[in-house]
């Protein structure tokens, strides 16, 4: 009999819950997603109230668990996705104080320049694998000590949103090496928390997660969830991990000839090592576990551009965009265009960053602005393709997943052509619930190696020659109109 893990998976937009058995299937009619979305403030913040999205996990849960009665079946594990860098403060007794504050506020971005005066950032960057920006807690937890004070002075606790989801289930706070290694806060190389970060920080020890506990799943449920999901009280519930570690592990990119490319809300590039490989400048470094490291580029701006353009323009169905962007050329439409809605993270990692358009003119039109945004987006994976490049190999396989390339094989063509390589799409529906799923099943000894397991694709892209030229000169007039307007 196949053995069974649940996994949750906490994305930025949505929560989902999915059961998969130990052949990395996933078991058709479980489980259930819940759309939810932050809430965004003038100044440039991004927050998520933690009772209400610890809700809509219980919600889908609760769906799940009331298949698993129908069915009489018991899982062996539960594996969670949850998204990086975000971070709440907590109570004594558990009770969320603050917001949850997602990695795309910017609100401290006065602070992490700040810290890059108060620090060495290249050595931090080397030894975190973070930069000194916005997105990770340093910068954030200096900005919430002068501008939330007495929200700060209550705090027990500074957990990830999955520490607070297992406070809140079992009754104790538990993080994973994945999570916390992608705060910032962390040292890479040593394995514990870095002494020069905290010391430039108004924290205490003893307020983040216990290194010792760090991955210790929890096998007891309080006694509220005990009575509401009998078929998952007994078993190990692991920690959250790093949603783009889960989507790597989901597609099977789990080693450093295979480099993922994710593209949802926003968009990350992503190769798998078993080993310490200092990071580039504009990169980043994290751990999928204590024996994986996982480094690559991250984009603020990826799926959303799309829905942006989609949103604002009058542009014609899906369908009739598809076909109208398979037909044009590369380029053809004269424009530039920067993608800078949210800032951007790889490489500059500036959250002063808008989007620009260069090129407009009278005869422009909707479908012209959507073609330069989707090759603008392409065009900063290419940028980070690049960056890889210079420490690793080539890649013998680009694998994509997310969303927004699912749904467009144009953009995938796009995609090919920007990296002048052949991407082939997954054909791996929910990536990161499957890779939670994975890793968890894998912990408790029922998969042996992850790179085993049967991992479905949709086909290869292959990249157009006649369009090597025109993709080579749409990316030197970008890097051209980014030096014009910033600099």
Known sequence: MALLAVAVDVGSSSVRSRLFNDRGEDVEGFGLQVAHSPRFTDDGGVEIDADGLAAICFQVLDHLHQRLERAALGPQAVGISAFWHSVLGVDAAGRAVTPIYHLFDTRSAREAEELKQALNPALVHQETGCMLHASYWPAKLLWLSRKRPEQFRRVRRWVSFGEFLFGRIAGRERSSVSMVSGSGLWDQIAGRYHEGVLAALPVERDQLAGERELDEPVMELNAEFRG???????????????????????????SPDCWALMVGTSGAMRVVCDRYTAPPPGLWLYRVDRKRFISGGALSNGGEVYAWMRRMLALPPPEQIEAELARRAPGSHGLTLLPFFAGERSPYWRADLRGVVAGLGLSTEPMDLMQAALESVSLRFREIFQLLEGVLPRPSEVIASGAALRHSPAWVQMMADALDTPVTLSGVKEASSRGAALLALERIGAVGRISDLESPRRGTVHPRPEFRDAFAELHGRQQWLFGQVFG
Do not use: E, K, S
């Open 228 to 254: 509401r999901w009998p078929r998952l009280h007994g078993i190990p519930w692991f920690p959250a991990l790093g949603d783009g570690a889960c989507n790597n592990m989901g597609t099977a990119c789990v």
